[in-house]
Every structure is written in C-alpha cells, then in structure tokens.
C-alpha cells in the first residue's frame, strides 16, 4: 500500500446536515460527521439525542432509517460510497461539493422492501465484520483460516479501525491477515455500483496486474463501455460516463491493481460507482 494514498482515503470525513421528517420551521436540526470508510447506522447519537424526545411522543415503537431527497440510504454501505452515489445519481463532477449532505431521519414507515432493517449500531458492526469475512473469503480463501485465527485484540482493532477513521490500524491488521493466510492473495473483492444498482465481483490478482480501469470497465461494465478501444482504456482521459472511486475520478489507465490496493474501504472492498452520462462541471441545485 502506498501511505499516501491510504491516509488520503481515511483522513476523509462526510458532514451529515439532518433534519426530522415532517419537522415545523421551530424542530431542531443536527450535524455530525461520519468517516468515509465509517457506516451511517453507527454515528445515531447525536439524532437520537436530538430527535428521540420528540419522536417518543408521537410513536410508540420508532425505527430509525435516513432518506436523501426522498430516496431511502442503504446504512449497509460505506459514507464515501453513498456519497458517490448520490453524485453520480445528480451528475454532479464534484461530491464533495454535496457537503454538508443534507438528509431526512425517519422512526416510521420503514421501507423494508427497499432497505435492510438495523437495530441499533452493533448490528451495523456485526454486519461489518460479516463483510470482511466475504472480502477474506474472496482473497485467500476458507476465512475460517484467516480471520478465524485472528487474536481478540487483532479482531476489535478490525471494527475500531473502520469506527474511528484508524488508517494505521486498517494497514497492521491487513498485514496481519496476509502473514495469517501465508501466501499472496489470488483475487480481489469488488462492489460495483452501476446506476445505483450494486454487485459484486470477484477480480483474479494475475487478471488485476494486467488490467487499467478503462479494460475494467470494458470487461465488467460492458453495457456502457463495450465499445472502447485498446487504446482508449490506456488513455488519460475519464471516458463519456461518470466513474467514481472515493469520491475521485481515476482515468482510464490508472492500474487496477493499484486500485484495489490503495483505495480499498475498510471492508477490504473496492467500491466503483458507475452512472450513465456526462458529469456537470458545477453544481447546480
């Protein structure tokens, strides 16, 4: 990993502007910061402190979810990774001209067929830890191997590191999983998020050597890059759709290799949103 470009991706914050659902001009509102690499669910204090006298009076049993512009954000996915994926869903060149991202927290009406249920902010780190079990699996194979023989002290520096916006921790524990394994990862686990619609790959480390983000994309995303050329995914231009990697735009010949290792989330997952369409060089709401 390239230090550098590590403490770049964890020393990023996402302002979080939050206002209660059906509020009058006279309802408080709230701010809170939340980590790139970090998950919504985890950082409710501060709206249950500001909101949950209110709520308690009017539900009987509130559960809490977030919405943008209407729309239900999935607490499953990393802070940075929503926040690309609103750019890309507003055609916005920047994301980080979104903030302080304003959203809608909600104890009603939960939209259980658009979004996964949370309890409360264990479950988000249970899910965690889930998460990088599937990214492990992917790498070295049987997690049990891996992960498994990670001590307790190694296990809760996994989940603090994500929690509290840790780089150096997320590095020692990565390091200590690959000495674990004993042998060199053989694929890479990745979240691609194509027009808000989220899947998942499996991408061989001999495949990844090879590869730029321009033959990534040709390969895996061909609905919307088929057509490129040899040498237009060695090109240093950005192509004609958006393409978002924590909260930067690569071009297309940036390493895919150098991708996976250096701008990874805490999950171990390389997240890449993808959306249709030219991006607007302003922000225009």
């Known amino acids: 990993m390239e230090k550098e470009a590590v403490q770049l991706v964890w020393s990023g914050v996402v302002v979080i502007h939050c206002s209660l659902v059906g509020g009058t001009p006279g309802t408080p509102t709230c701010y809170f910061l939340v980590p790139r690499n970090g998950y919504l669910g985890m950082h409710t204090t501060t709206v249950m402190n500001t909101f949950g006298a209110i709520v308690k009076k009017e539900i009987e049993e509130p559960q809490l979810w977030f919405s943008y512009e209407s729309q239900p954000i999935p607490w499953h996915i990393p802070m940075g990774v929503i926040l690309d994926r609103i750019a890309a869903r507003k055609h916005i ?3 980080l001209s979104l903030l302080p991202l304003t959203i809608t927290a909600h104890f009603s009406n939960f939209p259980q067929d658009k979004i996964c249920k949370f309890k409360d902010p264990a479950a988000v780190t249970a899910y965690y830890g889930h998460t990088i079990k599937s990214a492990i699996s992917v790498m070295y194979g049987n997690h049990d191997q891996v992960y498994g023989r990670l001590s307790p002290r190694s296990y809760t520096q996994v989940t603090d590191c994500m929690s509290h916006n840790d780089p150096e921790g997320f590095v020692t524990t990565t390091v200590k999983l690959k000495n674990i394994a004993g042998r060199p990862l053989t694929k890479y686990p990745v979240s691609l998020h194509v027009d808000g619609v989220s899947s998942y ?19 895996f995303v061909p609905s919307l890059y088929e057509a490129l050329t040899d040498e237009e995914v060695k090109s240093n231009e950005m192509g004609q759709h958006m393409v978002y990697i924590q909260s930067t735009r690569p071009v297309l ?14 999950d171990h997952f390389l997240h890449v949103v993808v959306h249709k369409g030219p991006a607007q060089k302003e922000l225009t709401v």
Do not use: I
Request: hydrophobic share 40%; net charge negative; glycine share 8%.
């Open 93 to 95: 060149y920047d994301p």
């Open 201 to 219: 790959l499996a991408v061989g480390a001999e495949e990844a050597q090879k590869l730029t983000l321009g033959g990534f994309l040709r390969t």
């Open 253 to 266: 010949s940036t390493p895919f290799e150098w991708l996976c290792e250096n701008l990874c989330c805490a």
